[in-house]
């Protein structure tokens, strides 16, 4: 199998690099100024981010860290500071940053503390060098926890989506849980109004009744040199 950076663009050297950082910091910040004051995101971002010349990359990397500082409270009031004995994870949203964050390619750390990335795949996955050793992270996370039941769904459209759940239950064989792996047509819409979810999707998080945040955990643990941009 080929070696694949997941994630990676070569532009990300200059676009959040060391001499980018002041710019980004100071442009989310009054993106985050702006939609604590009613400014709908889009519109914002748009002016703030072409007041600061910033590349498309660099304007989506802002639209997700920011958010407004109503929505972090309520997210925050839903996070689960300890894990829960079952878990519902969404689970190409789950891997893919596992997979992002072991090819050393940039990740955002949003302001609700979530992992995520610029993978950007729009419906196509395929699965990669990296994608093992995300599902072998993921699975011992799941033990260390002493979670009994997890529930994982992918996204049935998006390619290669039976591989992966093949993958999946294939690598938790011998594992002291049970593991579901099930294909939907729409997964953000399945977890909307569930407890114990495992997301990083803005969408997700504000729509599911409680939360928790696995990846940053692993990522912490166990992938602590991988790039996490922090701006505010």
């Known amino acids: 199998m080929d070696v694949v950076r997941r994630g990676f663009d070569p532009q990300d050297s200059h676009l959040f690099g060391p001499q980018a950082m002041g710019k980004l910091r100071a442009a989310a910040q009054e993106l985050s100024y702006l939609i604590d004051r009613g400014y709908e995101l889009k519109s914002a971002s748009t002016f703030v981010c072409n007041h600061h010349l910033l590349a498309e990359r660099q304007r989506l990397a802002l639209a997700r860290i920011v958010s407004t500082h109503e929505a972090l409270a309520r997210r925050e009031e839903k996070r689960l500071t300890a894990a829960p004995s079952s878990l519902v994870v969404d ?58 039941e997890i529930q994982i769904f992918l996204d049935q459209p998006v390619s290669n989506s039976g591989r992966l759940k093949t993958l999946l239950l294939d690598a938790a064989a011998g594992y002291p849980f049970h593991l579901q792996v099930e294909l939907f047509p729409g997964v953000d819409g399945m977890l909307a109004g569930l407890d114990n979810v495992v997301s990083a999707d803005a969408i997700v998080l504000d729509k599911c009744r409680s939360w928790y945040n696995l990846n940053r955990e692993i990522i912490a643990e166990s992938i602590p040199e991988a790039w996490i941009v922090r701006l505010i």
Do not use: C, P, Q
């Open 91 to 148: 689970g190409f949203n789950a891997v893919i940053t596992l997979e992002v964050a072991l090819s050393g390619s940039v990740l955002l750390e949003g302001m609700d503390g979530t992992i995520r990335d610029l993978a950007g795949l729009r419906g196509t996955y395929r699965i990669v060098d990296k994608t093992a050793m995300a599902v072998h992270l993921l699975l011992e996370r799941f033990r260390s926890l002493g979670v009994r």
